[in-house]
């Protein structure tokens, strides 16, 4: 592994998100500062090999360097002075309690073997061979995304090659940079993702239930085996996690800023896998619901809506309708994997998931017992609390919109499989995680925790008062 290079890059990455997180005055402290603008930076420099390509360059090792330079200049450039520098010298680093510390180690356990994988042991996903890594492998070699592969009859592979560089394009990066294997990038996501969910979930429970909340998701088998793996559904989730998280930010803070990152974040989700264009639609009436409800002037909310669909489609047109009809061999047509079928498919299709997939079939040892977790706290609530935050509602909503969305694609494109909804569902799983953080009975239990330790700190630091005590004589001449 060449380290210079992958320090290169974490830095890079972390500075170009930096940029964009300075552009939409998005202010997170400085850890989970560090780990979200990693992500997006990740997703940022994922463009560039296609724009390489696109000026008619080729892919070397010094042009995608000059690429990485000058694409983290010109998102800093101009907001430099945004960057609030004093942040640093108000942090203090508090040493967390033992039971803290004992999930913390837990979860360094859990990802030791994660990361190990990605650097040992080449990708193996059956779409990724036979496409992105492909790709990459001869791009490397032929210094081109349009290569020698092309020339290769693929026969039911074609659509993995199609599909949006965001792989083909950090492997090529990676390869050239780190390692011969690539990959290493997921790792830097999944590390990153970690930390800033356990920050969320920790701004509102107590540590203890943090970390068994964030158990419950780092070992749902399923999500956890694409920690190594390399496809686009977990970065994907991520991405779309963070767009729809930004929506809720937005509609509380009423600070439109935030809105036009989350748009940012949807259009790079969309860059990953282009059918979240049809989760984002869904999302609009819930947003326009809610500007509605804030009283927000109709123009508005009109325009909002649009422009939330308008960035996110400008990624897709790039790939699909510049990238791919001008760049790719002649005869390819992405629109020949557009079929629309009869709407009544989509009741099998709802119906094939359930019983196959989230409870039947293969669900325990795809996604373990946390589904049934998570319902039983949200029978919970129902039953015995009768309330729920705006955000815990905001949550129960998007986790509708993935679970009635999903059948969508099977209507939409021929594409669509019981494999393609198994990775699809991971987008739900954040939105669970944080409908847990403000369940009314984890709330509950996080109080009820907090007094218990409070009092018990309490007693064993505060001491007693001694008593005064009176003298035998002084008794005596009372008397």
């Given at each position: 592994?060449?380290?210079?290079?992958?320090?290169?890059?974490?830095?890079?990455?972390?500075?170009?998100?930096?940029?964009?997180l300075a552009m939409f005055k998005v202010k997170l402290r400085p850890l989970i500062s560090f780990a979200v603008s990693s992500i997006i930076g990740i997703v940022v420099f994922s463009l560039l090999p296609m724009l390489i390509e696109m000026f008619h360059m080729p892919i070397t090792k010094s042009n995608v360097i000059i690429f990485i330079c000058a694409a983290t200049l010109l998102l800093n450039i101009f907001v430099i002075k945004r960057y609030d520098f004093g942040v640093f010298k108000q942090m203090k680093i508090k040493f967390p309690p033992i039971y803290e510390l004992l999930f913390i180690v837990l979860f360094i356990a859990l990802a030791v073997p994660s990361l190990w994988r990605c650097y040992y042991y080449p990708p193996n996903a059956r779409d990724v061979m036979s496409g992105p890594e492909a790709l990459a492998e001869y791009a490397v070699k032929e210094h081109t995304i349009n290569n020698s592969v092309w020339s290769v009859n693929l026969l039911e592979s074609t659509p993995n090659l199609l599909k949006p560089p965001f792989i083909t394009d950090l492997q090529i990066i990676y390869k050239l940079l780190v390692h011969p294997f690539g990959q290493v990038w997921l790792s830097i996501m999944y590390i990153c993702f970690s930390v800033w969910l356990y920050s969320l979930v920790r701004e509102k429970l107590h540590p203890f239930l943090t970390g068994i909340v964030m158990l419950f998701f780092l070992t749902i088998p399923e999500v956890y085996g694409y920690t190594y793996i390399i496809l686009w559904d977990y970065s994907n989730m991520i991405l779309f996690f963070i767009g729809f998280y930004y929506i809720y930010q937005y509609i509380v803070t009423k600070e439109y800023n935030l809105f036009l990152f989350s748009c940012l974040m949807y259009g790079l989700a969309t860059f990953i896998r282009l059918d979240t264009l049809v989760f984002i639609a869904l999302s609009a009436p819930l947003l326009a619901y809610h500007m509605w409800k804030g009283k927000e002037p109709f123009l508005r909310i009109g325009y909002s809506v649009v422009l939330m669909g308008a960035i996110p489609f400008i990624f897709y047109y790039v790939w699909v309708n510049i990238f791919v009809k001008n760049y790719l061999p002649v005869g390819i047509d992405v629109g020949e994997q557009l079929n629309p079928q009869p709407l009544s498919i989509y009741f099998d299709w709802l119906s094939g998931m359930n019983s196959q997939l989230l409870f039947g079939g293969d669900n325990i040892a795809l996604y373990g017992y946390f589904i049934y977790i998570f319902l039983l706290i949200l029978v919970i609530d129902i039953i015995f609390f009768r309330r729920f935050s705006k955000e815990a509602i905001f949550m129960l909503f998007g986790i509708a919109i993935i679970y009635f969305g999903m059948p969508l694609l099977s209507y939409l494109t021929t594409w669509f499989n019981i494999t393609t909804a198994k990775r699809g569902f991971f987008k739900m799983f954040p939105m669970m995680i944080l409908y847990m953080r403000s369940s009314a009975l984890f709330t509950k239990l996080s109080q009820l925790i907090t007094t218990f330790e409070f009092?018990?700190?309490?007693?064993?630091?505060?001491?007693p008062k001694p008593q005064p005590v009176k003298h035998a004589n002084t008794i005596k001449k009372k008397k």
């Open positions: 592994m060449n380290l210079p290079g992958l320090l290169f890059l974490i830095v890079t990455q972390f500075l170009a998100g930096r940029g964009i009092h018990t700190l309490q007693e064993a630091t505060i001491k």
